[in-house]
């Protein structure tokens, strides 16, 4: 083998070792931008009431959440909104399984938020929600609406129409009061339907509304949603 060959072989297997040695790094990078997946949430059930749990005291129970572990996940947080008085409660854990206190006879709403180590990444579960059983409760009143349309501090355009989700852990059939109006919180009842649906006309555009639902059960039992807003154009 002369000179010119032996060196012309000795470029070529650097080339070789050098890409070889790109494509794993390469292979490396993309394996640590992997996301991690969002979990399946198993229990409390959504939309039902809770019976278990270790019972504290006659205000208090101990709960255990369960979820599907994640893939790509390396740690959780277990995310309980109170749904009466507002309060989050934020649970970090490496399992998908944990225990909470809270309050008995109480509307909630939880989720699981999926964590990595290698990147920054946060993927969301579904939201569910459930009402921790209380003592002797016959009766609970219906889960505060959720916002549909027009989205929290949207545009709208044109002819506006309400859309929110109502639920009701006793299946009953629920009636809603819907308040309009340009002060927060609104204080104007703008109508009463037992449809989860009401059209709004005649609003002054570039004008932001406020608007809020209170779902009533065939027995007499309320909850009233968030303050909702949105603008005209």
């Excluded at 929110?164 to 309009?180: A, F, P």
């Excluded at 919180?185 to 639902?213: A, C």
Aim: aromatic share 12%; net charge negative; with cysteine.
């Amino acid at each position: 083998m002369n000179l010119k060959v032996r060196f012309s072989t000795i470029l070529f297997l650097t080339a070789f070792l050098v890409s070889c040695s790109n494509n794993n790094e390469a292979n490396k990078e993309v394996e640590k931008v992997v996301p991690p997946e969002s979990a399946t949430l198993i229990f409390p059930v959504n939309g039902e009431e809770c019976l278990e749990g270790n019972v504290i005291s006659s205000s208090k129970s101990r709960l255990v959440f369960d979820w599907n572990s994640s893939a790509n996940t390396d740690r959780y947080t277990l995310v309980i909104n109170n749904l009466i008085s507002g309060e989050i409660i934020e649970t970090n854990t490496l399992e998908n399984s944990i225990g909470v206190v809270l309050d008995r006879n109480t509307p909630y709403e939880w989720y699981v938020i999926s964590k990595s180590d290698a990147i920054e990444d946060e993927v969301y579960s579904d939201k569910w929600r459930f009402y921790n059983a209380g003592e002797g409760v016959v009766n609970y009143a219906p889960f505060p609406a959720e916002v549909q349309e027009p989205q929290m501090g949207s545009t709208a355009t044109g002819p506006v129409t309400l859309q929110w989700l109502g639920k009701d852990v006793d299946s009953e059939t629920l009636h809603y009061k819907i308040y309009v109006g340009t002060e927060n919180p609104p204080k104007t009842l703008f109508g009463t339907t037992s449809i989860q649906t009401l059209e709004l006309l005649d609003l002054e555009p570039n004008t932001v509304y406020f608007w809020k639902v209170i779902s009533e059960d065939e027995k007499g039992f309320t909850s009233t949603s968030p303050i909702f807003e949105f603008k005209t154009e």
